[in-house]
């Protein structure tokens, strides 16, 4: 189950593709410093990381979606649940969130032997993309995020909405559906590892494509990226929010045709 709750951690996918229907995957995991990351392999061609949003996994955004199937016919399309995520390890506390979920990123391509990849990231993974492109540049052949900007901008309202949500899945008063509630919680404890400082923002260089609906609550985010990064690209979906984004009939191939162009 997905859900939007305060400030939507979650966007919630198109059913273009139901399970099954693409051509061949590998499924495999490894320890990334302790913590048992899940992942999908697709395709051939340059790679692409997929990284899914908050009380979501790679089945719900990008396979049943019909993501992963589309991009795997001209990439070598990579996408592991993120830790606390589906099939990932859910350790409880907030110290292996945060940053660990941008390392980890770059973990799991050391595993697979990826040098740099094209980086896509849904809402929480859009701000782990963002923070993984100012780590590491380098690894970075081009950046994309989905309803995502620069938490930085608005963080104090943002953490207060996440810190009583946390609060009420540790007491138990609320549920994430088929997630562990106090995984969930610790990775909004630990979000303020996603934080990325304006003078590393600026240093982001590649070429860099954020899709938002237009009615999004987190727009003002990705306002503030306005004037700090140059050659940022801004898809607009009109009458669409954080939570139906992924359902315009644009979406997919917006996605599809920036990868390409690069």
């Known amino acids: 189950m ?3 709750y305060a400030l939507a951690f979650s966007v919630v996918g198109v059913g ?3 399970h099954g229907c693409f051509g061949a995957t590998s499924d495999g995991s490894f320890s990334s410093k302790g913590t048992q990351i899940a992942y999908k392999v697709a395709g051939e061609g340059p790679p692409v990381v997929l990284l899914h949003s908050g009380t979501s996994s790679t ?3 990008w396979i049943e979606s019909g993501i992963l199937e589309r991009l795997s016919r001209r990439f070598r399309v990579i996408a592991p649940d993120a830790r606390g995520h589906g099939q990932s390890g859910k350790p409880h506390s907030p110290a292996d969130y945060g ?3 941008v390392h980890d990123v770059a973990r799991l391509m050391d595993h697979l032997g990826v040098e740099d990849a094209h980086i896509v990231g849904s809402s929480m993974g859009g701000f782990i993309a963002l923070k993984f492109a100012a780590l590491h540049p380098q690894r970075v052949r081009s950046l994309l995020t989905i309803g995502a900007g620069w938490l930085n901008a608005d963080w104090d309202r943002i953490n207060a909405e996440w810190s009583r949500w946390a609060e009420q899945l ?3 008063s609320t549920d994430v559906g088929d997630n562990d509630p106090l995984a969930i919680a ?4 630990g979000a303020n590892g996603w934080l990325v400082d304006e003078a590393a923002l ?3 260089r590649m070429p860099f494509l954020a899709i938002m609906g237009e009615n999004d609550s987190f727009r003002p985010l990705l306002d503030a990226l306005k004037g700090l990064i140059p050659q940022l690209e801004i898809e607009l979906l009109a009458g669409r929010d954080h939570n139906t984004a992924e359902g315009d009939t644009n979406f997919i191939p917006l996605v599809e045709r920036f990868l390409v162009a690069q």
């Open 2 to 4: 997905r859900f939007l």
């Open 186 to 189: 610790a990775v909004l404890r």
């Open 99 to 101: 940053v660990q979920m």
């Open 59 to 61: 089945e719900l955004d």
């Open 16 to 18: 273009l593709c139901p």
């Open 202 to 204: 600026r240093a982001v």
């Open 170 to 172: 540790e007491s138990g």
